[in-house]
């Protein structure tokens, strides 16, 4: 069974960093694609950043572009996002999700099939 448990959201000052953590187990991080994606109160869930092990590629959203960067740990089965720069409009829920229908989605969500509780970020102005 596929499960993903993220971590490492809170509080923080317009301009401070963040580190989420998804912590993956049921699968190994070999064959998959594992994104990040966030929801704001009013607003749909958009994808952040999404990595595809199928092609290597990286994906990441124009607003958390030189700001933010997904990385994997593969021996600690566990995904990250650093958050630099944050601003209020990175104010959200954040989860991560996992996908292994292959290469050439990006961060396209309804591909991705198995989702995390999510953990909340707020930046305060």
């Known amino acids: 069974e596929v499960q993903l448990v993220e971590s490492g959201g809170g509080l923080v000052q317009t301009g401070g960093s963040l580190r989420l953590s998804c912590a993956t187990s049921?699968?190994?991080?070999?064959?998959?694609?594992i994104g990040w994606f966030r929801q704001a109160p009013g607003k749909e869930r958009e994808g952040v950043s999404c990595?595809?092990?199928?092609?290597?590629?990286?994906y990441y959203a124009d607003s958390v572009k030189g700001r933010f960067t997904i990385s994997i740990d593969k021996a600690k089965d566990t995904v990250y996002l650093q958050m630099d720069s944050l601003k209020p409009e990175d104010t959200a829920a954040y989860f991560c999700?996992?996908?292994?229908?292959?290469?050439?989605?990006?961060?396209?969500?309804?591909?991705?099939?198995?989702w995390g509780q999510g953990t909340q970020v707020t930046v305060s102005s």
């Open positions: 990595f595809s092990a199928y092609d290597g590629r990286t």
């Open positions: 999700a996992v996908h292994f229908a292959g290469s050439g989605y990006g961060c396209e969500e309804d591909i991705f099939g198995d």
């Open positions: 049921g699968f190994t991080l070999d064959d998959y694609a």
